[in-house]
């Protein structure tokens, strides 16, 4: 492994170094694009419609608008606009007329008409239903006509796998063409209809050359060492991803990512950061929060600076070379500390927790992580979150990577000047395993919420000096 331009494979538990892009996706047939965005705007502008007008008859005001986008929020929380490999209408009403009537329950009560209840529930439930029907029917048969369905790629190999492929061929509903399998190291598979095209370690390859739309995991039929590595790859990987529960996946899948083939539950596997609106988000996050920090905490600056330059002399600034997003490499800054022997201890030295060559001011700034408030200035620049795994050096990362597996999976975001590992107390010198186990935790998880609960905590953990 190089420490810039890493070399990545889906055994290690890594992601290939193009982290976060959404370029290079297979062009769906135009018909078929259409039909899949247009369906659910569709949907959602009929929902909103109905409720609204079957408020204004019981009588004017905002409340008709208020109760049509209501309707919308709630269905699209609960994931009632997603389009689905097989649709299901009596999936769907049970939770469509839940919120339905919730919402005409309301309307009813601030009309102080109960009558109205039923009557607007009944007509409001009826256009949902109905048009849910159409619409399904309208994508299963365009699905089942179309001369070309999106192209899938199989990861497995045992008998649920062949299973699943019996099922793509003769269901032309689902709109899976299956390109082939991918042998994913079980030793007693045997492959099914369709052909083995590679390994784990070729899926970035794969999805490229055959132009690969859907990949199907079949739990069961991948060795459990290597699942969690195929499902990270996927993060960087231009296409959706359906994972086939192994019987004995006892954990509950929220309703609006559950997925069926012919009978097999399957969970959509969504990753929070790589949609382009989060990744916008979180950098207006980061700019805005940095900023107003970086501003207010001039005078801090000033005076951590005036001290290191009385304590050590010229040179404030500590320039590392650090890996970030997708193994490249960055200048992060920090208030220096000490001063190294020479540019090698520098890279390669583990901790300088107990060094003799540090003073006091030194302590007190790694004590107060103050040393760390330079990296605003890295996170403006967009080297850096303000959230993410905490960068490492060239030399440990390839040591780390080899190691210690997903490791290297952490590159997948940027670094972060704070994350879950960090509030967790894993800083320095601790489990390096069990670093990147939350760091991973944390992508696979990621929320704007979580975002905003790690900086809450950082800032509780340095003015009180509290560990979260």
């Avoid at 009309?111 to 239903?129: E, I, K, N």
């Avoid at 801090?300 to 002399?313: D, F, I, N, Q, Y």
Wanted: charged share 20%.
């Amino acid at each position: 492994m190089r420490a810039q331009g890493l070399s990545f494979s889906v055994d290690s538990g890594a992601a290939p170094p193009e982290l976060l892009s959404a370029g290079g996706r297979p062009a769906a047939p135009r018909g078929a694009r259409m039909l899949a965005g247009l369906c659910p705007v569709g949907l959602a502008v009929l929902d909103g419609w109905t409720m609204a007008t079957a408020a204004a008859l019981t009588g004017g005001g905002v409340l008709p608008d208020i109760a049509g986008l209501a309707v919308v929020a709630l269905n699209g929380a609960g994931g009632l606009y997603r389009a689905r490999r097989a649709p299901s209408l009596l999936t769907d009403a049970p939770p469509l007329l839940l919120r339905t009537l919730l919402v005409c329950g309301i309307v009813a009560l601030l009309r102080a008409d109960a009558s109205a209840w039923l009557w607007t529930a009944a007509l409001c439930g009826t256009v949902q239903l109905g048009s849910r029907a159409c619409v399904n029917a309208m994508a299963r048969t365009y699905r089942t006509r179309r001369s070309r369905g999106r192209s899938a790629l199989v990861v497995g190999t045992g008998g649920t796998s062949a299973h699943v492929l019996d099922v793509l061929r003769a269901r032309g509903d689902l709109g899976l063409v299956v390109a082939g399998q991918v042998s994913a190291g079980d030793p007693e598979g045997t492959p099914g209809a369709a052909p083995v095209l590679g390994e784990t370690a070729d899926l970035p390859s794969l999805v490229e050359a055959h132009g690969i739309e859907t990949l199907v995991v079949v739990a069961e039929d991948v060795r459990p060492d290597r699942l969690d590595a195929v499902l990270r790859t996927s993060f960087a990987l231009p296409c959706e991803t359906l994972l086939v529960q192994s019987p004995s996946d006892v954990v509950p899948v929220v309703p609006g990512r559950r997925e069926y083939l012919a009978g097999l539950p399957c969970a959509r596997v969504e990753w929070g950061l790589r949609a382009p609106a989060a990744r916008r988000a979180k950098r207006v996050l980061d700019v805005v929060v940095a900023s107003l920090v970086l501003v207010f905490a001039l005078p801090l600056l000033a005076a951590c600076a005036v001290a290191v330059r009385a304590e050590g002399g010229p040179g404030v600034l500590f320039r590392q070379r650090r890996i970030g997003l997708g193994g490249g490499e960055f200048v992060l800054l920090k208030f220096r500390t000490l001063k190294p022997a020479d540019e090698r201890e520098a890279d390669t030295r583990w901790t300088v927790k107990d060094d003799e060559r540090m003073g006091r001011v030194g302590r007190f700034l790694r004590a107060t992580s103050l040393d760390e408030l330079p990296q605003l200035w890295n996170v403006i620049r967009g080297d850096m979150s303000l959230v993410g795994p905490r960068p490492e050096r060239p030399h440990f990362v390839e040591q780390f990577s080899r190691t210690c597996p997903g490791y290297a999976a952490r590159h997948r975001v940027p670094a972060g000047m704070t994350g879950w590992a960090q509030i967790h107390g894993f800083r320095g010198d601790t489990s390096i395993e069990l670093r990147a186990r939350l760091d991973n935790h944390y992508i696979d998880h990621w929320s704007f919420t979580v975002d905003l609960k790690i900086l809450l905590l950082t800032a509780r953990a340095m003015l009180f000096r509290d560990p979260a």
